[in-house]
């Protein structure tokens, strides 16, 4: 590194014109992309990365429930239909595009009662 600088900078930034310096490519340093200056690793000092990851807890996506016994762990929008299994009037459903984008969509049904599930192609 050149001890002839413009001026005293935090590591990672080019000493000669204060521009931010590309990520260590190789062994040989980093190039300035606005000076054009070369300069060696230490550039960057003792530079050190480090990150926190969090944890959302376990419950935090839960869905709320309802208080019906008929309706308890209904997942998605109720609507009339008839469950052919146990002959309820109420199902729930979800969509998916599963199919080309100039086809319809996939609509699955869940009974609120018996969770007898069906899909059906729109």
Request: glycine letters at 8%; charged letters at 25%.
């Amino acid at each position: 590194m050149d001890v002839n600088t413009s001026f005293n900078t935090s590591p990672g930034f080019c000493p000669d014109c204060g521009a931010i310096l590309p990520l260590l490519g190789d062994v040989g340093g980093v190039t300035c992309y606005a000076c054009k200056r070369k300069w060696g690793p230490e550039v960057f000092g003792d530079m050190a990365m480090s990150y926190t990851l969090y944890f959302n807890a376990k419950d935090a996506y839960a869905s709320s429930k309802k208080d019906d016994d008929d309706e308890e762990d209904v997942d998605g929008p109720i609507v009339e239909r008839r469950c052919p299994q146990c002959q309820n009037d109420q199902m729930s459903y979800a969509t998916l595009q599963l199919r080309s984008a100039d086809e319809g969509q996939t609509v699955f049904y869940t009974c609120t009662k018996c969770k007898y599930k069906e899909t059906e192609n729109s």
